[in-house]
C-alpha cells in the first residue's frame, strides 16, 4: 500500500505563509503554527488537526482567520491557543502612525498583539485539555489579543473549562 500524499494526509501548505489560505483535508499529527499576517486556515469537515506543542493550532498572528468544519484536538493540551507575541527591539518608525512622530536616537521595543477570527461549523469541534484559550504573555503586558468566534459546533474542554481567556497569563 502506497503512502499518502502531503495534500491528502495534512494541512497545505504547511508551514502556514503570510497572505495565502491553508487547507486541511485529512490528519495533521503535528500541530499547525499559524503566525503569519494575513493566514487563513481551513479544516475541511472529516479532517484532524491535533498534537502541537502548546496546542493543536497556535497562532500569534496580528490578522487570522480560521473556519473549523473538521477536527482541532488537542488532546491533553491546548486545542486553540491563541496569544500575542514577544516583545522585541527594532529601529523607529517615524511613518508608522496616521501621522508622522519624533523617533528617539537607538531601538525602541515593539509590543505584537494577536487578532483571530475563529468559525465553527455545525460538524467542527475544537477539544482538549483546554479547548480554547487566549493568553496575553507576561512579558507582553502592552501586546492586546482580539479574539472572535461565532460557534455553531463545539468547544469541549476535558480538564478544565472549555474557554480560558484571563487577562494575563
Given at each position: ?23 486541511c483535508t ?23 488537526v ?53 523617533c528617539?536616537?537607538?531601538?525602541q ?18 477539544t ?5 484559550v ?17 460557534n ?6 476535558t ?7 484571563p487577562?494575563?497569563?
Open positions: 500500500m502506497a503512502a499518502s500524499s502531503a495534500a491528502n494526509a495534512q494541512c497545505s501548505p504547511k508551514p502556514v505563509s503570510s497572505s495565502t489560505t491553508t487547507n485529512g490528519t495533521e499529527n503535528g500541530g499547525l503554527i499559524a503566525d503569519d499576517y494575513g493566514v487563513r486556515v481551513v479544516v475541511q469537515e472529516n479532517a484532524i491535533r498534537g502541537g506543542f502548546d496546542a493543536a493550532i497556535d497562532t500569534r498572528s496580528q490578522s487570522a482567520t480560521f473556519t473549523i468544519n473538521g477536527r482541532v484536538d488537542g488532546e491533553n493540551r491546548t486545542g486553540f491557543l491563541v496569544t500575542n507575541g514577544e516583545p522585541y527591539l527594532a529601529p523607529c518608525d517615524p511613518y508608522a502612525g496616521a501621522s508622522p512622530i519624533v528617539p536616537p537607538g531601538l521595543t515593539y509590543y505584537p498583539w494577536a487578532n483571530a477570527t475563529i468559525s465553527i461549523g455545525a460538524r467542527g469541534t475544537i482538549g485539555g483546554q479547548a480554547l487566549s493568553r496575553q504573555l507576561f512579558n507582553n503586558p502592552f501586546g492586546s489579543i482580539s479574539v472572535s468566534i461565532t455553531e459546533g463545539l468547544i469541549e474542554g480538564a478544565a473549562p472549555p474557554s480560558v481567556m487577562a494575563r497569563f
